[in-house]
């Protein structure tokens, strides 16, 4: 079992930034590719940002390409995502994910889910 747990969303002007964290506890973190995925209202969840399980590769969505950042520390269990320029298009709850075979754009390949944190972005 892995428990991840999101924090850092909030209401933020457009243009602004915002660092979203995932904690994580339970098995072996290194052994997970990380994501973000988000769901805006009546959307279907979609990829936003993976990493690999060392970190040395980062796959970005093309709508948030330039703009965000995914980082993780495994000595802490932690992995964020950093996003800057922010867009109302942004808005939508941001959930974590693990995923043991690091299939990343799926997210039916992910194992784990956190229960997710709101961003909100104004115009």
């Known amino acids: 079992q892995v428990q991840l747990v999101e924090s850092g969303g909030g209401l933020v002007q457009a243009g602004g930034s915002l660092r979203l964290s995932c904690a994580a506890s339970?098995?072996?973190?290194?052994?997970?590719?990380m994501g973000w995925f988000r769901q805006a209202p009546g959307k279907e969840r979609e990829f936003v940002t993976a990493?690999?399980?060392?970190?040395?590769?980062?796959y970005y969505a093309d709508s948030v390409k330039g703009r965000f950042t995914i980082s993780r520390d495994n000595a802490k269990n932690m992995v964020y995502l950093q996003m800057n320029s922010l867009k109302p298009e942004d808005t939508a709850v941001y959930y974590c994910g693990a995923s043991y075979i690091g299939n990343y754009y799926y997210g039916s390949s992910y194992d784990y889910w956190g229960q997710g944190t709101q961003v909100t972005v104004s115009s």
């Open positions: 339970g098995h072996t973190f290194s052994n997970y590719a």
């Open positions: 990493i690999s399980q060392g970190g040395g590769r980062t």
